[in-house]
């Protein structure tokens, strides 16, 4: 097979996605409208695109994945996977794409930018200027500067931030499960606070930057419910108590961060996402904040902005670069950090790429396979993913026959007793260098 030729582009990534696509043999068909099910299912079938490239509201559905045979991929151009049913496009070997970096420094510069307004009250300023009240007062307007910022997630994001915000004389603390973040933060000479309630109570603003779940899986659904009223609790009457949620909706509910500033706890917050965000053209949506002015709303920005869209544009353009040329991956958010290669050897020859289930054996009918056929595998690289698919690459001097292709097929299903265990095979040929 061929690199991937077609591809479908809906809810309008930056317009350079098109041309980065156009680059490496790739035809955009760009969607207007937002499609539903139904037009989504005919957009891929009329196309044959074999990626579909979406931000983060257009559902992909196990319906969709089923009639759509021809679909190798799903891009995401951005970080969420809410919206993709990742077990149906796993058990029919379609591998989902994300873009975990892009978007961080624009979100980091909201953060930063949140900290400073609303230790300063300068919403709520702005709007009575609006009505010509001229409230001129030092009252409750802290610096940052000698502040404790508490972070919890010392991800890409909870990093970034830390760097800025110790360039602006504030002291990090963070909190992080994973222990490689632990170690990171504390080389950086920033304070790991193990419990997540003593990091609340020892600072005087916290912004949070967790994933969806924790690094072993569990959901981070309702995390800060508990610890919401805590913040600052042990910090001096002059603490900001600021709270910032740009990271997801479900962390907290809108209750328990309401509580928390009308008992006085936190005294100023900005969320940028929430536990029920509006779907595309719905008109009837209630923000839960509506009635509480010291909660800054903005209707999920946090990457909106002029400078990523067009980066990730270019990200994920590369990333289906390697995917459909090399059948290399990376941002695969089948597994958080993954990244495979023999792309270094390939050149000239043929990359056989294989997506199959995990069920014993299967891997070795690959190998098998292509030992009968008396190929020979110049490089090789496979990872076993959680969510129950594995990602087999090798590198062979020549491709495989139909028949020998339908004999790797055959065999893994006999050795792992699962019509399934073979879900996608492609062949890629690999021009020589020069060409
Ligand atoms: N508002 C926006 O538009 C916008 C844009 C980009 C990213 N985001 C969100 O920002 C968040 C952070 O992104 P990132 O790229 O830094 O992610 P990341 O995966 O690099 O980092 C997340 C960190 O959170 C930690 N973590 C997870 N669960 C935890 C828990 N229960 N307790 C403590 N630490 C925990 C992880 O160990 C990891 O270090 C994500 O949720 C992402 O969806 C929002």
Same mark, same amino acid.
């Given at each position: 097979m061929e690199p991937f030729t077609k591809a479908l582009v809906v809810e309008q990534p930056h317009p350079a996605l098109d041309d980065h696509l156009r680059e490496i043999g790739i035809e955009p068909v760009? %969607?207007?409208?937002?499609?539903?099910?139904? *037009? %989504?299912v005919e *957009?891929?079938?009329?196309?044959?695109?074999?990626? %579909?490239?979406k931000r983060s509201r257009v559902p992909v559905t196990r319906s969709i994945v089923e009639q759509c045979p021809d679909l190798y991929a799903v891009q995401l151009c951005s970080i969420g996977t809410d919206s993709v049913d990742l077990q149906a496009c796993a058990e029919h070997g379609v591998l989902v794409f994300n873009d975990p970096v892009s978007n961080g420094r624009s979100v980091v510069e909201l953060a930063v930018g949140h900290m400073i307004a609303l230790s300063r009250r300068l919403y709520?300023?702005?709007?009575?200027?609006?009505?010509s009240e001229w409230a001129k007062s030092s009252s409750g307007r802290y610096e940052v500067r000698g502040k404790r910022l508490g972070i919890v997630g010392l991800g890409n994001i909870g990093r970034a931030v830390a760097k800025v915000a110790e360039e602006l004389g504030l002291e990090v603390l963070f909190h992080d499960t994973r222990p490689v973040a632990v170690e990171v933060g504390t080389e950086m000479g920033w304070q790991p606070?193990?419990?997540l309630e003593a990091l609340f109570r020892t600072v005087d603003i916290v912004t949070v930057h967790t994933s969806a779940k924790d690094t072993w899986g569990k959901s981070n659904s309702g995390l800060l419910d508990g610890v919401l009223g805590q913040l600052g609790a042990e910090r001096p009457e002059n603490s900001p108590r600021v709270f910032l949620n740009l990271a997801r909706g479900n962390l907290h509910t809108s209750e328990a961060l309401l509580? *928390?500033?009308?008992?006085g706890a936190v005294r100023r917050a900005a969320v940028d996402v929430y536990e029920e965000e509006p779907a595309p053209g719905q008109r009837d949506w209630q923000n839960p904040y509506a009635d509480e002015p010291r909660v800054s709303c903005t209707p999920h920005i946090g990457a909106a902005t002029q400078e990523a869209q067009p980066r990730i544009a270019r990200r994920v353009a590369g990333t289906m670069a390697g995917f459909s040329r090399f059948g290399s991956i990376r941002d695969c958010v089948f597994g958080p950090r993954s990244q495979m290669s023999v792309r270094a050897n390939a050149r000239g020859h043929v990359v056989l790429a294989v997506v199959h289930s995990v069920a014993r054996g299967t891997k070795k009918a690959v190998d098998d396979a292509i030992y009968e056929a008396e190929a020979s595998n110049l490089g090789s690289s496979h990872r076993d993913f959680d969510?129950?698919? *594995?990602?087999? %690459?090798?590198?062979l001097?020549?491709?495989l026959s139909r028949e020998e292709l339908e004999r790797l097929a055959e065999r893994s299903k006999e050795i792992a007793r699962d019509p399934e265990a073979v879900k996608v095979i492609r062949q890629i040929v690999v021009p020589a260098p020069g060409f």
């Open positions: 760009r %969607l207007r409208e937002v499609p539903d099910e139904e *037009a %989504l *957009a891929l079938q009329d196309t044959g695109a074999q990626v %579909l490239f709520e300023t702005d709007v009575q200027m609006h009505h606070v193990p419990d509580d *928390a500033v009308r008992s969510i129950g698919v *594995a990602y087999d %690459l090798s590198v001097d020549r491709p």
